[in-house]
């Protein structure tokens, strides 16, 4: 296979001529435990083909049957996105061949979504920007197709593929936004911004587990440019099934040097799907795209039309959990934190753990401070995330309790928790091998400081005629000469009070 080089423009000189309006396309598998419109089981990596039935393999004569449960989390989605819940709606036949779709259609929703014209709200680099949501609906998943027998895993070049339904009539929600003008430069973080949010709401409802790497969350990526100062939108591509946070930013940001590059030539964007490579960054051409029409939806007449009661909607409604922005503005005045402290724990993904650690006794500030500085380090030097440290909250809070009670320094703090993440055991166990506790004994301190006092006369002399800023140096001395158990303070008071003089 030949590759030709893709052009591309710069990234900022792309934005200083062109503007980007973004649209975001998200794919949420529920959680529940029976597929969409059969009672076979959802869970994720059972043998190929074991959860299947008449009915998810399109049998002839077999009929679905609504799940209940996945109407109601639609609907709790939709209620969490501040969309309006439809009374009256029907599902769709969208049809199109595709071999890990047993029936030959999708059925979907088109003209008819269960939730409509909602918003959500993100913080972006200290601003908040409202993403209009135009649709949540609902829909079966498709199979999964693997290429066998090629170099890139792709259906070009295979010597033949092989097809799992057990992902077949799974229950997907499709969350689409309305086309999202204005983010600028900001663009591949808003996208982001916007999926990381989606994620932590599909969380809090319960409905999702939202493993991105098992594809439960996925998301299709609209990207077009228009020139500035134009208000028309340019032809837009649809990069697919973008699957990592990181990749939702990365795509946004390729495709934008991309089509200027094209654009700056005269040249023009195709209306496409693309696909992303997560090793070079970047999106390849896929097929054209199909317009509306080409589905020739209807409405499904195997299924009744949902008619959910306004009533159970207000109920729905009144029962949601607290959402991740209400929480994180509640935990940021409970902890007194800054905007800016709150959105960089929050990009850290060190909310939840901060949150643990202060539940397990640290003060707010101490568990802050461990999370976003020591422990922030050491994950990114060993390039994991934070919550795939080997340490818990609780010995982060075991940890500044003995900090708070006089038992360890900061500098000794952070050897016991390079001993606990290097495997040594609790933060009291690792204290107890390595032999970290400060010197409290006051006899231990006293031989100490004599040696020290002993050693450096000329120090000794000066802070004896009044020259107190000398001790600074005995302090040194006392630190090095317990290897850095001593507490400073003390040994300080007790150099001054050695040697006659006060502060
Ligand atoms: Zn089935």
């Not at 000398?470 to 158990?485: F, H, P, Q, T």
Request: charge should be negative; proline fraction near 5%.
């Amino acid at each position: 296979m030949t590759t030709t080089r893709t052009p591309r423009m710069d990234y900022d000189e792309a934005l200083d001529r062109f503007e980007p309006v973004l649209g975001l396309e998200t794919h949420v598998e529920l959680g529940t435990a029976s597929k969409m419109f059969c009672g076979c089981p959802t869970a994720f990596g059972a043998p190929p083909n074991t959860q299947v039935c008449p009915t998810c393999l399109a049998f002839p004569g077999s009929l679905p049957v609504a799940n209940a449960k996945a109407i109601e989390s639609t609907i709790r989605i939709g209620l969490a996105l501040n969309c309006s819940i439809a009374e009256w709606c029907r599902f769709a036949r969208k049809n199109y061949f595709y071999p890990d779709m047993p029936k030959n259609y999708q059925i979907s929703q088109y003209d008819e979504p269960l939730c409509y014209d909602g918003h959500l709200d993100i913080e972006v680099d200290g601003k908040t920007v409202r993403i209009e949501i135009e649709r949540v609906h609902l829909e079966e998943d498709t199979g999964k197709s693997t290429h066998m027998g090629g170099a890139t895993g792709r259906i070009h070049g295979a010597d033949y593929s092989i097809v799992d339904y057990n992902r077949a009539g799974i229950p997907l929600v499709e969350i689409v936004t309305k086309p999202i003008p204005g983010t600028d430069r900001l663009a591949p973080e808003v996208a982001r911004a916007y999926v990381t949010e989606l994620r932590e709401i599909m969380r809090s409802l319960g409905v999702s587990d939202v493993r991105m790497e098992e594809g439960s969350l996925r998301c299709d990526v609209n990207v077009s440019l228009m020139p500035r100062g134009s208000s028309e939108w340019g032809t837009r591509t649809e990069t697919k099934n973008v699957n990592s946070l990181r990749s939702v930013e990365r795509a946004v940001r390729s495709e934008i040097e991309r089509q200027a590059a094209i654009l700056a030539e005269g040249g023009r964007i195709v209306q496409e799907t693309r696909h992303f490579h997560e090793d070079t960054g970047t999106t390849t051409s896929g097929r054209s795209k199909e317009e509306a029409q080409d589905y020739r939806y209807f409405p499904e007449p195997d299924l009744l039309p949902i008619a959910p009661d306004p009533a159970w909607v207000a109920e729905l409604k009144a029962t949601l959990p607290e959402l991740p922005s209400v929480r994180r503005k509640r935990l940021q005045a409970e902890w007194g934190l800054s905007d800016k402290d709150m959105e960089a724990m929050h990009n850290a993904d060190a909310i939840d753990l901060v949150e643990a650690t202060v539940a397990a006794g640290a003060p707010a500030a101490d568990a802050r401070k461990w999370w976003m500085g020591e422990l922030a380090r050491r994950a990114n030097e060993s390039g994991t995330a934070l919550a795939g440290l080997p340490i818990t909250p609780a010995q982060i809070a075991r940890v500044t309790e003995l900090v708070a009670s006089g038992e360890l320094n900061d500098k000794l703090a952070r050897e016991v928790l390079e001993g606990v993440l290097a495997g040594e055991g609790s933060p009291d166990e690792v204290v107890e091998k390595r032999g970290l506790k400060i010197v409290n004994d006051e006899g231990e301190l006293s031989a100490i400081v004599d040696q020290v006092i002993a050693d450096n006369a000329d120090a000794a002399d000066k802070v004896r005629s009044g020259k107190i800023a000398a001790a600074g140096a005995l302090v040194g001395g006392v630190m090095r000469a317990s290897r850095g158990k001593a507490d400073a303070a003390r040994a300080r008071a007790m150099i001054l009070e050695k040697l006659g003089a006060s502060e």
